[in-house]
């Protein structure tokens, strides 16, 4: 059984609308992320989030808001969306740093922006 | 820039033969390296890692080498398998710091 679920797998939208991408992790880890990878571009850190706070931004966009209503919640709301926003969007947890312990994937969230 | 870079964006060997993926660092800070393994429509999942204290750490087939010098590691498979086509992901961070960046991936393909 996945220990990390996102949903949904795959998301079509439109110019200038919103999303939510959903992730849940049952592996008790008290840190989540999450990434993004684009066509052509390494896998790039977005969030990071301790204990329900937020720990670290790489995005530049406001657009881009976390939001973790349970400890172990981790969502992705996305505002008037773009087409370069098309990317597949994987969420991540560990124990501790991920430096210092095993960071695991859910399997991604592939967003289409058209 | 690109904090991490794999120079190889494809690989293809015949099955039994050793393979070595490489991939090259910018920050100094860094002191954990690490090689995932992703299969296609599937989540990366870590397949060996490596702390700075060490340049060199064995899982079976699985042979990380690290140069701090040179700011490059390297994976290093033996007996390989048809099973170990897969995209690797080399990734390096710092200690205390939440964030660990990726290469671009190697596109491995073992033929039978």
């Known amino acids: 059984d996945p220990k990390i679920i996102q949903k949904p797998k795959y998301l079509v939208a439109v110019t200038g609308s919103e999303k939510i991408l959903i992730c849940e992790q049952y592996?008790?880890?008290?840190?989540m992320y999450w990434y993004r990878q684009s066509a052509k571009k390494p896998l790039e850190f977005m969030f990071s989030?301790?204990?329900?706070?937020?720990?670290d931004n790489q995005t530049a966009s406001s657009r881009f808001q976390p939001q973790s209503s349970k400890k172990n919640h981790l969502d992705l709301q996305i505002t008037a969306l773009k087409p370069d926003d098309s990317a597949t969007y994987f969420c991540?947890?560990?124990?501790?740093?991920?430096?210092?312990?095993?960071?695991?994937f859910g399997s991604g969230t592939r967003l289409t922006v058209l | 820039g690109q904090q991490v870079k794999q120079s190889s964006p494809s690989l293809t060997v015949q099955e039994g033969g050793i393979l070595i993926l490489n991939c090259d660092y910018e920050?100094?800070?860094?002191?954990?390296f690490a090689w995932y393994k992703k299969y296609p429509d599937n989540s990366p999942t870590l397949l060996i890692s490596?702390?700075?204290?060490?340049d060199k750490r064995e899982d079976g087939r699985f042979t990380v080498f690290l140069n701090k010098s040179g700011k490059h590691f390297s994976l290093h498979i033996t007996a390989s398998q048809p099973e170990d086509t897969a995209v690797y992901l080399c990734?390096?961070?710092?200690?205390?710091?939440?964030?660990?960046?990726f290469g671009d991936g190697t596109q491995l393909v073992v033929k039978p």
């Open positions: 989030y301790s204990y329900q706070k937020l720990m």
């Open positions: 920050n100094d800070m860094f002191d954990y």
């Open positions: 990734a390096a961070g710092a200690s205390g710091n939440n964030r660990i960046f």
């Open positions: 592996l008790g880890h008290n840190a």
């Open positions: 490596v702390r700075s204290n060490v």
């Open positions: 991540a947890s560990s124990q501790g740093t991920p430096s210092a312990e095993t960071l695991y």
